[in-house]
C-alpha cells in the first residue's frame, strides 16, 4: 500500500511516500480501507520532533481517519463494510490502517467520507473543552482565537450547538468570512480584540474563551472575561507558551482551564465512543457542519503539514489516500 513515511525530524520537507505492506489487525482492532485522513496541527509537530509523543523513526503520520471496514473482531460492533471513523492515533496517512475498536466509530447514513475525517480529532477536543472543561451552559458567551482554523471553527460550531453566542477573533477579514461561515455571531480582529469584546458585550466580558493559540493575547484573553469565566488553554500555535500571573485570577474569580483531550481518554478508553455519540447527537440539530479547506492527493502530504506550518489553512484539510 501507499503511504506517508516521516523518515527525519526537518519539518514537511521530511515527508516521502513509500510502499509498505497492508498492516495486519492485532487483537481488538479494527483494519479500514482509508478513504479520507485529516491532517491536524499535531502532525506538523511530529514531522519537527516537538509533539509530546515522539515515535521511533520512520513512522507513518495520521491521526483520524474515515473509510470502510476491511476486519473487525467478532465481538466488537462492526463488520466488513461498514463506513466508519476512527482515531487511530498515528498510521492514517495510507491506504489502510488499524485502529482499535474503542476508537472506531460508526457514521450516521448522511454523513460522507469529508465530514466524518475532520470530526475526531477537532471536534471531539472541542466538545471534551467546551462541555466537560468549561462546563459551558446555553445563552453563555464563547470567544474562540484562531477561529479559521480547525480547532476554531470546529468550537463555534460546538458551542452554537449547545446554546452559545459566539465571538470570533481572526487574523484578517477573509478568515473572518469563514468563521462568520462557520457560525460565529460576530468577528472581531486579533488587533485590538479586548476593547472589540468589551464593546459587544456592554463591558461585561465573554463566559469562556477558547485558546489553540497562546502567545502575546493570553494576558488580553484573561481580561476579555467576566466574572466566573474560563479560558480554555488548547494549543499554542502561535509558538510562545504564555505564564499566567496568578494575581489576575483573584481579581475577577476567572479560571485558567487545561485541555488535554488526548491524556484525559489515554487512560479511559471507553469514553472516546461515549463522546463520539455525544457529538453525533448535536450534529442532529444541523450546527456540526466542517469547513473542508481541500482534500489533496496523498502524494501532496507534504505540501499539506506545509500549509499548517504557513498558517495558511482555513477549516479542515483531508488527504485522498486513492490518489
Known sequence: ?????????????????????????????????VARAGVS?????????????????????????????????????????????????????????????EYVFPLPGDMSFDVAAALPMNYLTCLFGLLQRGALQAGETVLVHGAAGGIGTAAIQVAKASGARVIAVTSTAQKGEVARAAGADDVVLADGFLAAVKDLTDGRGVDI??????????????????????????????????????????LNNISVVGVGWGAYWASRPHVVRAQWDQLIELARGGAIDPPIDEVLPLSDAGTAIGRLAARS????LLLDPTR
Open 41 to 101: 496541527f499535531p502532525d506538523l509537530l511530529l514531522t519537527r520532533g516537538e509533539y509530546q509523543i515522539r515515535p521511533d523513526l520512520p513512522f507513518v503520520p495520521g491521526a483520524e481517519v474515515a473509510g470502510t471496514v476491511v476486519s473487525a473482531p467478532p465481538d466488537s460492533d462492526f463488520a466488513a463494510g461498514d463506513r466508519v471513523a476512527a482515531f487511530p492515533g498515528f498510521g492514517g496517512f495510507a491506504q489502510f490502517v488499524t485502529a482499535p475498536a
Open 313 to 316: 489553512v482555513t477549516g479542515k
Open 1 to 33: 500500500m501507499r503511504a506517508v513515511h516521516v523518515t527525519r525530524l526537518d519539518g514537511p520537507d521530511a515527508v516521502e511516500i513509500v510502499d509498505l505492506p497492508q498492516p495486519t489487525a492485532p487483537e481488538n482492532h479494527v483494519l479500514i480501507e
Open 209 to 250: 474563551v477558547v485558546d489553540p493559540v497562546g502567545g502575546d493575547r493570553f494576558t488580553d484573553s484573561l481580561r476579555s472575561l467576566a466574572t466566573l469565566g474560563r479560558l480554555l488553554v488548547i494549543g499554542f500555535t502561535e509558538g510562545a507558551i504564555p505564564q499566567v500571573k496568578v494575581n489576575r485570577l483573584l
